[in-house]
Nanobody
């Protein structure tokens, strides 16, 4: 069983930056691909960065990284816009699977002046 704990959300002004962290418990973190999702109020959850793709809405502004020695993944968000306001989630899936089996609790990101 893997548990994911997210941190780093908050309130930021337009044009600002935030870095979200996603810390995983358990073993074999490096065996999983990490994806990042978000859900804005009144909208469906959308994938923004997966192992294989990046949504056009964040391309050039958001990047992901991971430190397997710390069992942690990161989402660096730059040039934030009000439309980036959402609850952000990280998730893990086995590389051989299309299904994300483990999810973080979500962290709120609000972009507002």
């Amino acid at each position: 069983q893997v548990q994911l704990v997210e941190s780093g959300g908050g309130l930021v002004q337009p044009g600002g930056s935030l870095r979200l962290s996603c810390a995983a418990s358990g073993r074999s973190f490096s065996s999983y691909a990490m994806g990042w999702f978000r859900q804005a109020p009144g909208k469906d959850r959308e994938v923004i960065i997966s192992y294989t793709s990046t949504a056009d809405s964040v391309k050039g502004r958001f990047t992901v990284s991971r430190d397997n020695t710390k069992n942690t993944g990161y989402l660096q968000m730059n040039s934030l816009k009000p439309e980036d306001t959402a609850v952000y989630y990280c998730a893990l899936r086995r590389f051989a699977s299309n299904e994300y089996a483990y999810w973080g609790q979500g962290t709120q990101v609000t972009v507002s002046s």
